[in-house]
């Protein structure tokens, strides 16, 4: 069983930055790939970044690329994403994902998500 917990979302203009952390807990949180997801009312939930075990292989979704980045620790397993040049449309509940599969938006668990607004 792996325990996920978000932190870091907010407010911010447009053009400002955020930086989202996802503590992981658990026996084997260490061995699990990871990813970040996020949702608007309405709509699906949609992949944004994921990272493999030990951070050697990252992806993101083409409407964040270039603006944020995935990164993680390994000894005491956090998962950082970085957002950079926020735009409105970034708006959304941001969800941390352990073993994240991006073709069918699954995962083996979810964290609680943490909401992120951005205003023009």
């Known amino acids: 069983q792996v325990q996920l917990v978000e932190s870091g979302g907010g407010s911010v203009q447009a053009g400002g930055s955020l930086r989202l952390s996802c503590v992981a807990s658990?026996?084997?949180?260490?061995?699990?790939?990871m990813g970040w997801f996020r949702q608007t009312p309405g709509n699906e939930r949609e992949f944004v970044a994921s990272?493999?075990?030990?951070?050697?292989?990252?992806e993101y979704a083409d409407s964040v690329k270039g603006r944020f980045t995935i990164s993680r620790t390994n000894v005491g397993v956090t998962v950082y994403l970085q957002m950079n040049n926020l735009r409105p449309e970034d708006t959304a509940v941001y969800y941390c994902?352990?073993?994240?599969?991006?073709?069918?938006?699954?995962?083996?668990?979810w964290g609680q998500g943490t909401q992120v607004t951005v205003s023009s």
């Open positions: 994902a352990a073993n994240p599969i991006r073709a069918t938006m699954k995962a083996d668990y």
């Open positions: 658990g026996r084997s949180a260490s061995s699990y790939p």
């Open positions: 990272i493999s075990r030990y951070g050697s292989l990252t």
